[in-house]
């Protein structure tokens, strides 16, 4: 069965630091793999997605993740973290063999971004 | 436009109340989904339609009624709830169910509590 492993349940930055968000995966096939964050009380917003092609893919407010087979991992960075970062982030990994668009979600991390 | 929405954003029901959820896209997706969040948790599956038709049911209680009238509305029909049920509920839709890939895309969510 497919399964999606955040290892960080809370990670502290400061403004301006650089940030790097951990996704393992365990996949039979080649997955599709996507980061969606979620501030509070509000929905999920995809950052970015791998389906194929160049193992690193860019997204939405300067996020870019890096596809590493070898390593089953899908790890997020961005440069300079914003205040507006603070959010949980998770890691998606689908779909499932019977070919439905049902992703499995890592259990997330919670950035907080400090001054 | 990738916008989903939900309505109400909030809802208090007593455990005898019958109230309904509401979720609407104009993208064209011909999938659509309902989610239940506990607090830091990941989404969970609760519903699949695929052009209007259920296709994933995760054994749900059926105190919850999902119904997709047409291919833009999505609803989420709530009978005799328990205080446990309390949660965010989240819909998403996507261009379809197979094929693909394709990413889903989530609403703002309902925050509901049972009392």
């Known amino acids: 069965a497919q399964s999606v492993t955040q290892p960080d349940i809370h990670i502290t930055v400061s403004e301006g630091a650089s940030l790097e968000l951990r996704c393992n995966y365990s996949?039979?096939?080649?997955?599709?793999l996507f980061w969606y964050v979620q501030s509070p009380g509000q929905g999920l917003q995809l950052l970015l997605k791998?389906?194929?092609?160049?193992?690193l893919v860019q997204g939405i407010k300067g996020f870019e993740a890096e596809f590493k087979r070898s390593q089953s991992s899908f790890n997020l960075r961005k440069p300079s973290v914003h205040w507006s970062d603070a959010a949980e982030y998770f890691c998606?990994?689908?779909?499932?063999?019977?070919?439905?668009?049902?992703?499995?979600f890592g259990t997330g991390t919670k950035l907080q971004v400090i001054p | 436009d990738t916008e989903v929405t939900q309505t109400p954003k909030h809802l208090v029901m007593g455990m005898t109340n019958k109230k309904s959820l509401k979720c609407e896209q104009h993208?064209?997706?011909?999938?659509m989904y309902w989610y239940k969040q506990k607090a830091k948790k990941p989404p969970e599956l609760m519903f699949v339609?695929?052009?209007?038709?259920?296709?994933i049911n995760e054994s749900v209680p059926s105190r919850f009624s999902p119904e997709c009238p047409n291919s833009s509305l999505l609803n989420l029909h709530l009978h005799a709830l328990q205080p446990e049920d309390s949660a965010l509920y989240l819909c998403?839709?996507?261009?379809?169910?197979?094929?693909?890939?394709?990413?889903?895309?989530f609403g703002p969510g309902t925050r509901l509590t049972v009392t």
């Open positions: 998403a839709s996507s261009r379809t169910v197979s094929g693909g890939p394709y990413e889903q895309y």
């Open positions: 996949y039979g096939a080649t997955p599709y």
């Open positions: 791998y389906f194929s092609g160049d193992t």
């Open positions: 998606a990994v689908g779909p499932s063999p019977g070919g439905y668009q049902k992703v499995t």
């Open positions: 993208m064209g997706h011909r999938a």
């Open positions: 339609y695929s052009y209007e038709k259920l296709s």
